[in-house]
C-alpha cells in the first residue's frame, strides 16, 4: 500500500473529508491577529488527516456520517494539532511537514499559546453542542498522550528501557488517540458496546503498527521523512529496533554502546549496526502481529466500502515511506 493510495483509502469518505476540512477551518477563522495567521500557517501544513479520517470511516461502517460524527473528528485533529505544536517546542523542530514549523516563525512561547488555543476551541466546540460523550472519551485519550511523553522523556535520561516498557509507551502517546478517533466515530451514530469496543481495540491495534513503522523509518534514509536516520538515538529515544539490537549485546557491547549515545558519539555507526542486527525485521515482525490483531478486530463487520478502508489502512499503516 504506497502513498498515493491513501485518496483510495479515504473515497467511502471523501465527500465527508471535504465537509470535514471546510469545518475545521471555520472553526479556526474566527480569531484575532497574529492568532489567526498562526492558524493559517498550521493549515497549510496539516499532515495526511488519518485521524478525523479514521473517526469518519468508524461512523460510515456502522451507519451514516452524523453532525456528531464531524465534531469528533474536528476534536481530534485539533488535539493532534495541539500536541504536534508541543512536540515541536520540545524537540526544537525547525521543520513540521516539510515547511517552517510555527515555533520556528513565531518562536516557542506563540507556539505553546497556539497549542492551548486550539486545546481551547475543541473543549468550546463540544460544550456548544453538548458532546459530553466526546470529550468524557478524549479527555482520556490526552491524558494518556502526556503520560506517554514524561514515560519516554524519562527513559531518555535513563537510557534503561525493555521491550515491555516501550510498548506501554507508544501505547499511550500514539495508539491511545487512534483508538479514540474509531471509538468516537462509533459512539457518534450511537453504536452498540459490541462494536464500539472492536472498533477501540482496532483503533488501538493500528496505532501501535503506525509508531512502529515509525520507529523503523528512523533507520531508513528519505527525504521524503525529512529527518536524518538515527535521529531518535540522537534524541536518546530507544525504540525497538535498537532495544531488541542491544538485548541481543554482550554486556560490554551493550554498555559501550548505551555510552556512545549517552556522549552523542557515533550515532551512523550506531544506525548501521541495528540495521545489520535483526533489530528492524524483529520489528517488523512485532508490528505484522499487531496488524494481524487490528484486522480481527474487523471481521464482525459486514462488508462494505468503509470496512475496505480500514483493511487497507492497516497495510498502509505498516508500509509508509513518510
Known amino acids: 500500500m504506497t502513498l498515493f493510495e491513501l485518496s483510495s483509502i479515504s473515497k467511502p469518505v471523501s465527500a465527508a473529508m471535504v465537509e470535514f476540512n471546510r469545518l475545521y477551518e471555520a472553526t479556526l477563522s474566527t480569531c484575532a491577529e497574529p492568532m489567526c495567521s498562526m492558524m493559517r500557517h498550521l493549515n497549510q501544513s496539516r499532515g495526511k488527516q488519518i485521524r478525523p479520517m479514521l473517526v469518519l470511516l468508524s461512523a460510515q461502517l456502522l451507519g451514516e456520517v452524523t453532525p456528531s460524527s464531524y465534531r469528533a473528528a474536528i476534536f481530534v485533529e485539533l488535539l493532534h494539532g495541539a500536541s504536534l505544536l508541543h512536540d515541536d517546542v520540545i524537540d526544537e523542530s525547525d521543520l513540521r511537514h516539510g515547511r517552517a514549523s510555527l515555533n520556528h516563525v513565531w518562536g516557542n512561547r506563540s507556539a505553546i499559546i497556539a497549542g492551548d488555543y486550539l486545546l481551547a476551541r475543541a473543549v468550546s466546540l463540544l460544550t456548544v453542542h453538548h458532546d459530553e460523550y466526546i470529550l468524557g472519551n478524549a479527555i482520556g485519550s490526552a491524558s494518556d498522550m502526556c503520560e506517554g511523553e514524561l514515560m519516554q522523556s524519562a527513559?531518555?535520561?535513563?537510557?534503561?528501557?525493555?521491550?515491555?516498557?516501550?510498548?506501554?509507551?507508544?501505547?499511550?502517546?500514539?495508539?491511545?488517540?487512534?483508538?479514540?478517533?474509531?471509538?468516537?466515530?462509533?459512539?457518534?451514530?450511537?453504536?452498540?458496546?459490541?462494536?464500539?469496543?472492536?472498533?477501540?481495540?482496532?483503533?488501538?491495534?493500528?496505532?501501535?503498527?503506525?509508531?512502529?513503522?515509525?520507529?523503523?523509518?528512523?533507520?531508513?534514509?528519505?527525504?521524503?521523512?525529512?529527518?536524518?536516520?538515527?535521529?531518535?538515538?540522537?534524541?536518546?529515544?530507544?525504540?525497538?529496533?535498537?532495544?531488541?539490537?542491544?538485548?541481543?549485546m554482550p554486556q560490554h557491547e551493550r554498555t559501550a554502546m548505551l555510552d556512545d549515545i549517552r556522549a552523542g558519539r557515533h550515532i551512523d555507526a550506531i544506525a548501521k549496526t541495528v540495521v545489520q542486527s535483526d533489530g528492524i525485521a524483529y520489528t517488523r515482525q512485532r508490528m505484522e502481529e499487531y496488524g494481524d490483531l487490528a484486522l480481527r478486530q474487523l471481521q464482525g463487520f459486514a462488508a462494505c466500502e468503509a470496512l475496505t478502508s480500514l483493511q487497507d489502512l492497516v497495510a498502509f499503516c505498516s508500509e509508509r515511506s513518510w
Open 155 to 248: 527513559k531518555s535520561a535513563s537510557l534503561d528501557i525493555n521491550e515491555q516498557e516501550y510498548f506501554g509507551i507508544i501505547a499511550r502517546k500514539t495508539a491511545s488517540l487512534m483508538a479514540t478517533c474509531c471509538t468516537l466515530g462509533a459512539l457518534s451514530i450511537k453504536a452498540s458496546s459490541k462494536d464500539v469496543e472492536s472498533l477501540r481495540e482496532y483503533g488501538k491495534n493500528l496505532g501501535i503498527v503506525f509508531q512502529m513503522r515509525d520507529d523503523i523509518l528512523d533507520y531508513v534514509a528519505s527525504s521524503e521523512i525529512g529527518k536524518p536516520v538515527g535521529n531518535d538515538i540522537r534524541e536518546r529515544k530507544l525504540t525497538l529496533p535498537l532495544i531488541h539490537c542491544l538485548e541481543q
